[in-house]
């Protein structure tokens, strides 16, 4: 189960503010139990399933391991108001502690809030090719970080076919572009099952 860390040092990580706000992901095979990573599999399926519609992954693993570990007053229950006339001072404070609560419950330890930042993965495709052709994939890449890799193009192939189809019918002419064959390659090398 990967596992985000928070504010630690690590092989190969240097720091100027003793990591502080720093986060990163390690794979540990024992970490979490039974139920948990039943659910992270649940997760998973559920955001696979539902790739077309749904562009991010709302931070679910991360969410549910700060809640985790911020041991803090359960999150009220919604109020759902039908009328913004009727707003009474019950219904707002219920909200407010409604929005302390959750806020408290995925803060870290070192007082920030991490969030997912995914933009640096639109890159993923081409480091991925360096590593393997300087002949450095398996020392930098572990067999975990692999498989998340190639679940993350498996999920996100979709804006490149819609990128695709949008240049085809625009130009008539079939495309050969570095992400067509990018993604041909993933399709006949990794994603065989």
């Known amino acids: 189960m990967w596992k985000l860390k928070i504010a630690e040092g690590g092989e190969r990580l240097i720091s100027g503010n003793n990591f502080i706000g720093r986060q990163h992901w390690e794979f540990d095979p024992n970490a979490g139990t039974q139920q948990e990573r039943d659910e992270i599999e649940r997760l998973r ?27 803090c007053c359960p999150i009220p229950p919604a109020v759902k ?3 913004v006339d009727n707003i009474t001072e019950e219904a707002l404070i219920t909200t407010i502690r409604r929005a302390i609560s959750f806020s408290s419950s995925i803060q ?6 991490p969030a997912e930042c995914a ?6 495709q081409p480091f991925v090719m360096i590593l393997y052709i300087t002949g450095s994939l398996d020392e930098v890449l572990g067999p ?7 679940r993350y193009l498996y999920n996100h192939q979709v804006y490149i076919r819609i990128y695709d189809a949008i240049k085809d019918t625009k130009h008539k002419q079939p495309t050969i572009d570095f992400n067509s064959t990018i993604l041909l390659y993933e399709k006949t090398h990794f994603l065989v099952s």
């Open 45 to 71: 399926y559920e955001f696979t399933k539902n790739r077309f519609s749904t562009k991010v992954s709302s931070d679910l693993f991360m969410r549910m391991q700060l809640t985790k570990e911020n041991k």
């Open 81 to 83: 108001l039908r009328d």
């Open 108 to 113: 870290a330890h070192d007082g920030h809030w």
């Open 119 to 124: 933009g640096s993965l639109l890159s993923i």
């Open 144 to 150: 975990e970080h692999k498989k998340e890799i190639v």
